[in-house]
């Protein structure tokens, strides 16, 4: 089955300074990639999300490119902030179509400090 | 931001005690999905619904666990018999689509077996 993998455990940046999270993933079929944002003791925050048929994605400070080749998606966090500081989970889902599989596989997380 | 409701936040059982969790999606969301986060904070999956319907669950959830989403009453997850090893964040998520699409997450319950 699908496997996600999330290249840093911890990422630390100053604040102001750009934030890179790596993430690759062995099925093609996989088409949608969330991101999310857990702080402690709290549920997930869905962030941003990118889809197959697209490669780069922006939503104000966050950016998401998708490299289908090689089967790696990252988050860029620009002008980091000490509010950024979380832990942050990637996903990979297969489309809609009736493949009987609908989970989220989800990433180890990545623990990042902003710091001041 | 989510409006996904799941009670209680923190639950306490003891072993082979009973642990149920409910779950209000998103109002106009018919998926539900059940996820088990470990304190590695790995994720599993459990269960999903479309309306009533089990669209996919783990054997897991076959054997101790139980699960539904009743016509108009909150979803619920169910563990027949705490074992220790059950003590995770339980979170439930909803979406408009079966898959390939934002799913929207609750707080989750924290679950303590002791």
């Known amino acids: 089955g699908e496997k996600v993998e999330q290249h840093e455990s911890t990422l630390s940046v100053r604040e102001g300074d750009s934030a890179v999270i790596n993430c690759t993933y062995t099925?093609?079929?996989?088409?949608?990639f969330p991101w999310y944002k857990q702080e402690a003791g709290k549920g997930l925050h869905f962030v941003i999300d990118?889809?197959?048929?697209?490669d780069r994605k922006q939503s104000q400070r966050l950016i998401v490119l998708l490299d289908k080749k090689a089967k790696r998606f990252s988050l860029h966090i620009t002008a980091t902030q000490p509010e950024d500081s979380a832990i942050y989970f990637c996903?990979?889902?297969?489309?809609?179509?009736?493949?009987?599989?609908?989970?989220?596989?989800f990433g180890a997380g990545t623990r990042l400090k902003v710091i001041a | 931001n989510s409006k996904v409701i799941q009670t209680p936040r923190y639950l306490v059982k003891g072993q082979g005690q009973k642990a149920k969790m409910r779950c209000i999606p998103e109002?106009?969301?018919?998926?539900v999905f059940w996820y088990q986060q470990n304190k590695n904070n790995e994720f599993k999956f459990l269960i999903n619904f479309q309306n009533q319907e089990v669209l996919q669950q783990i054997d897991m959830t076959e054997k101790r666990f139980s699960a539904e989403c009743p016509s108009n009453s909150p979803c619920s997850l169910e563990i027949q018999s705490s074992e220790a090893g059950d003590s995770a964040l339980y979170l439930c998520?909803?979406?408009?689509?079966?898959?390939?699409?934002?799913?929207?997450f609750g707080p989750g319950t924290r679950l303590l077996v002791l």
């Open positions: 109002k106009g969301h018919p998926v």
């Open positions: 996903a990979a889902s297969k489309p809609p179509v009736n493949t009987g599989n609908y989970k989220y596989v």
């Open positions: 990118i889809r197959s048929n697209v």
């Open positions: 099925d093609t079929a996989s088409s949608y």
């Open positions: 998520a909803s979406s408009q689509h079966r898959g390939g699409d934002t799913q929207y």
